[in-house]
């Protein structure tokens, strides 16, 4: 069957029919795959999937005023004209998944590449996003679609003569990503690093990598794995990636074994100079991002490529054009009476290695006349019942960072409120929206502000405060 009636066509009412085991009329082509009518563009099939709280066929005539091309639904909705086109399916949720798992199975020569870690794999993906965009066509998840309903909507999304799919495969418990894997089918698995996250559903980071170690499950015969040398969790995901079938695991770090390892690097305010030994030679190249786990991460960027066979040299020299994704590490210059102040957003998400991570960033940033580096920080959720201490011990990384002041909004960060001595406390919240008022009035021309926090604290808040520029 031919899958591609036109080169911008991704789905026809017959091939969506065909995998999702529905009934599709009239006849229809859809270019694109959508289950969100905020961000469906114009050709996309819309999926109206039902949850606990929302029902996407209560939004499937919005889909249409919008442009789109067809909807796939288990019921007609009875607002709509009697010859809309529609995919007909008894569960829109399996059709999703069974979309997603034909668009896997129709790629025809490209390489799909997982990545997974408890800090560091959206940056990652965006970077392996960009650097094989430059040598093929290149699809990748999009944000953070990496659940079981954001995987088989890339999947879905998946052109068949890719070159390279990057899908990013998250998880909060045990099991998830076994089901992930065995939907993508990677051809390289690449696990960034493993790092105290969820831990309220883990007694360790030992168990943290086991779960992490699930991106194995369903990789294709003579997969390669892709794993950090640096990290006392090596052992055991390189055991379970042998477990898994997979002969071939690159590594890398700074450990002198690492099949790619850092020779040396410089960092600046604006991202870093590295020199690299890797198995096709020394590279070196410029990270366009800031930060010391930017300089591994673009380690484990090259490592991903060499395993599916890309061009590594040429991959170093396209991380010169890597910029942070939105909410994890933005930048923005924002004016103010008598100056202007900096804002790096690093709203997004949070875990005490991403925190720390981001202090060091904001520790190399040069400051204006008079300016201090301040953080606004929600609290970090899903620690279990060590978080109180996980909140407290981010005192010393402020004290290291050279960090002048410490906003900060949560019931754990209060923990961190109580050990930080007093000259560096800003102000304390219960939310992010009490902060982002006190923040709007307390930052002057010439600082550098780092706001941060687990999405569920919507740290954003105070990010969209700082940004209108008032004061």
């Known amino acids: 069957m031919n899958m591609i009636k036109t080169a911008n066509t991704l789905w026809t009412a017959s091939d969506a029919a ?12 859809a270019t694109g795959v959508s289950i969100n009518t905020r961000t469906l563009q114009p ?14 066929h209560d939004y499937v005539a919005d889909a249409f005023e919008k442009g789109a091309a067809a909807a796939a639904v288990h019921h007609r909705p009875p607002v709509l004209d009697p010859d809309a086109p529609l995919l007909v399916v008894e569960d829109t ?27 560091g794999k959206t940056g990652v993906k965006e970077a392996l996003k960009l650097v094989l965009g430059d040598q ?5 998840s999009v944000g953070s679609l990496n659940n079981h309903w954001g995987l088989p909507l890339s999947l879905a999304r998946l052109p068949a003569d890719a070159d390279y799919a990057v899908l990013e495969m998250g998880m909060n418990h045990p099991g998830e990503l076994t089901q992930l894997s065995r939907m993508g089918r990677p051809h390289v698995c690449v696990i960034t690093t493993i790092a105290p996250a969820h831990t309220e559903f883990f007694k360790d980071t030992f168990e943290i990598a ?20 640096d990290i006392p969790e090596f ?76 061009d590594v040299a040429r991959a170093g020299e396209s991380l010169a054009d890597l910029s942070p994704p939105s909410g994890r590490g933005e930048r923005f210059e924002i004016a103010r009476d008598g100056g202007a102040f900096q804002l790096i957003d690093e709203s997004y998400n949070a875990s005490p290695a991403a925190m720390r991570a981001a202090m060091a960033v904001l520790a190399a940033q040069p400051v204006g006349a008079g300016g201090r580096r301040i953080v606004a920080l929600g609290d970090m959720l899903e620690m279990g019942e060590n978080s109180p201490s996980m909140h407290a011990d981010l005192a010393e990384a402020i004290d290291a960072n050279g960090i002048d002041l410490a906003f900060l909004a949560g019931t754990d960060m209060k923990h961190l409120w109580d050990a930080l001595a007093k000259s560096k406390r800003g102000h304390f919240a219960s939310d992010s929206e009490a902060l982002a008022e006190v923040m709007q009035g307390a930052v002057r021309p010439g600082d550098v502000v780092m706001v941060k926090g687990s999405a569920g604290m919507k740290m954003g808040r105070v990010v969209d405060a700082l940004k209108q520029g008032k004061g």
């Not at 065909?18 to 082509?29: I, L």
């Not at 086991?210 to 040398?229: H, M, R, S, T």
């Not at 477990?243 to 960092?267: H, K, S």
Request: charged letters at 20%; proline letters at 3%; aromatic letters at 6%.
């Open 18 to 29: 065909h995998a999702a085991g529905g009934d599709a009329h009239p006849d229809w082509k």
């Open 43 to 56: 050709g996309d099939l819309f999926i109206a999937l039902q949850g606990p709280n929302v029902d996407g």
């Open 93 to 119: 949720m399996k059709a999703l998944e069974d979309l997603g798992m034909e668009g896997r199975k129709r790629l025809d020569q490209g390489k799909v590449i997982a990545v997974t870690g408890s800090v």
């Open 136 to 140: 093929g066509k290149t699809s990748a």
């Open 210 to 229: 086991d779960a992490k170690a699930e991106i194995f499950a369903g990789a294709e015969p003579g997969a390669i794995a892709v794993l950090n040398l």
């Open 235 to 310: 052992v055991r995901l390189h055991a379970a990636a042998q477990n898994a079938g997979m002969e071939t695991v690159v590594t890398f770090g700074m450990d002198v074994y690492a099949d790619f390892r850092v020779i040396a690097y410089e960092l600046d305010g604006n991202g870093s100079l590295v020199t690299a030994a890797t198995p096709v030679g020394t590279v070196t190249y410029r990270v366009g991002s800031p930060g010391l786990h930017w300089v591994l991460n673009s380690l484990c960027v090259l490592a991903a490529v060499y395993a599916a066979g890309g």
